[in-house]
């Protein structure tokens, strides 16, 4: 029932393949300059790509993809979006 009601959430589907494909990134960008898998990027936090970032940004255009880009939703999306990435830009 729950993982029925999950697949049928969009906004959910995308952040989370966003944050995935963030995370397989950091592997393949660490294989490419160090010659070795670090399989524990798959895990980590910080670094590049930012999946909070991909997160965030797949949150928010699946949002206005969704309910409308005039929705209130998306409004609240968008400002954590730009909260998340400021963070991950500017001050860590």
Do not use: C, E
């Not at 969009?10 to 160090?34: C, E, G, H, R, T």
């Not at 309910?67 to 830009?89: E, K």
């Amino acid at each position: 029932m729950l993982l029925n009601i999950i697949k049928l959430n969009p906004v959910l589907v995308s952040a989370v393949l966003a944050w995935i494909i963030a995370q397989a990134l950091k592997v393949l960008l660490d294989f490419l300059i160090n010659r070795s898998w670090n399989w524990a990027l798959l895990f980590s936090a910080g670094g590049m790509p930012s999946s909070h970032s991909a997160m965030v940004s797949a949150s928010a255009l699946a949002s206005g993809l969704h309910a409308g880009f005039d929705s209130p939703v998306f409004g609240v999306a968008t400002v954590l979006a730009m909260i998340v990435i400021y963070d991950a830009t500017g001050i860590r």
